[in-house]
């Protein structure tokens, strides 16, 4: 897939096998997964890189995940997940205008301290 022109984003603390071959790894800063992505999503609402007639047809609550989202910033997000603002608007902006896009987690992301709340983000990541 990677020949053909996708681009590999692995969002993990820890180096992995598979890192040799992402475009961007994006080493956060252990328990800061919600800040990272909530600066993601920062970006693709205020930039209005969604898909609005999708959000009105299939999504709920959009006008309060704005609201929500408005003070994570990538600048303010930044010092927090350990991921610099352009980097996190870089890979924000190439999630929301790719053709097409899928998210894979695994198990660490849903069953921590943050666990909901991160399952939370990229299900609203997936759904922008």
């Not at 996708?6 to 956060?28: C, E, G, N, T, W």
């Not at 930039?47 to 989202?69: M, P, S, V």
């Amino acid at each position: 897939v990677k020949e053909r022109g996708a681009k590999l984003i692995i969002m993990d603390p820890r180096r992995q096998v598979l890192s040799r071959h992402a475009y961007k790894h994006l080493a956060f800063k252990p328990g800061s997964d919600v800040a990272m992505l909530n600066a993601m999503l920062n970006v693709i609402v205020t930039e209005k890189l969604y898909d609005e007639q999708y959000i009105a047809g299939y999504t709920e609550n959009f006008e309060a995940l704005k609201e929500r989202i408005v003070e994570f910033t990538p600048e303010k997000m930044a010092p927090v997940c350990g991921i610099d603002a352009e980097t996190l608007r870089e890979v924000a902006r190439l999630y929301a205008r790719s053709r097409a896009s899928i998210i894979f987690w695994g198990m660490g992301v849903s069953q921590h301290v943050h666990g909901t709340d991160n399952s939370r983000c990229l299900i609203a990541l997936a759904l922008t």
